[in-house]
């Protein structure tokens, strides 16, 4: 597995917002991976970029917002595994979500590849992870998001924070989206919700690929398109509940 590209979650977008104002360097990290920087932007804040690619900015909360609301919302949430999202953003959202609603929540589990990326959103991003990571119920692990996804039974929710281009040589993008999503339909119970980045305006194709994925898995599929602000456009995110007569393999 390609783990550099697996862990960017979001395509590649350092393009989508023009620079108003020069970005000051704050840290470079070669990590075994990838290169990550952490630059300040004058209307954004702190910004998170993996390869040259913008990842997101401090001032894009509504993104982690947007993916960790569907899976908050579940009746009875417990346990949530959260597969990349190494800046805490999401982290952050289902914590503060589901404390507001009174949920049960017992943990939160973050699965990153990249604990440089962890140990810099942590030192630099707190606009949008908080003190998440210092939650007793959150645990952040270091490794393969699959792996863990493939492993995991019983979750109330699975968010999924990867990109949905294929990691591995010779797989077709339809053939790794079937993968994460049966992974998580497995991994969850029933009832159980899935949250997906999907892409902007310029991934359609990937968007409508990924939809029907996902609806031939799950039930009441929903979209959110948000405006999200360092991207400077709308952003997808996709969500949907396992059928509750469904078992957990």
Not at 21 to 26: F, K, M, Q, T, V
Not at 97 to 117: F, K, Q, R, S
Not at 180 to 205: K, M, N
Request: negative net charge.
């Amino acid at each position: 597995m390609n783990y550099a590209q697996a862990h960017q979650p979001r395509f590649g977008r350092a393009t989508a917002a023009p620079q108003s104002g020069a970005p000051a360097l704050i840290e470079r990290v070669r990590s075994r991976y990838q290169l990550l920087e952490i630059q300040r932007h004058p209307q954004y804040g702190a910004q998170l970029y993996i390869d040259g690619d913008l990842q997101i900015s401090e001032s894009d909360v509504v993104y982690g917002a947007a993916i960790a609301a569907p899976a908050a919302a579940a009746p009875a949430l417990r346990r949530v595994a959260i597969l990349g999202g190494g800046d805490g953003g999401a982290l952050n959202e289902v914590l503060r979500t589901a404390d507001a609603a009174g949920a049960p929540l017992e943990t939160v589990t973050l699965v990153d590849i990249d604990a440089e990326a962890i140990a810099l959103a942590r030192r630099h991003l707190i606009g949008i992870c908080g003190r998440a990571f210092d939650d007793p119920r959150a645990q952040a692990i270091v490794g393969d998001a699959l792996a863990y996804v493939r492993a995991a039974r019983g979750l109330d929710a699975v968010i999924c924070d990867l990109t949905m281009e294929p990691v591995r040589a010779g797989q077709s993008r339809g053939a790794f989206m079937e993968e994460i999503v049966t992974h998580a339909a497995a991994a969850l119970r029933p009832g159980g919700v899935f949250s997906v980045q999907a892409g902007g305006a310029e991934h359609a194709d990937i968007i409508r690929e990924l939809r029907a994925v996902i609806a031939a898995r799950f039930e009441q599929v929903q979209e959110q398109n948000v405006f999200v602000p360092s991207y400077e456009g709308l952003w997808t995110f996709i969500a949907a509940r396992k059928p509750a007569g469904e078992p957990t393999r």
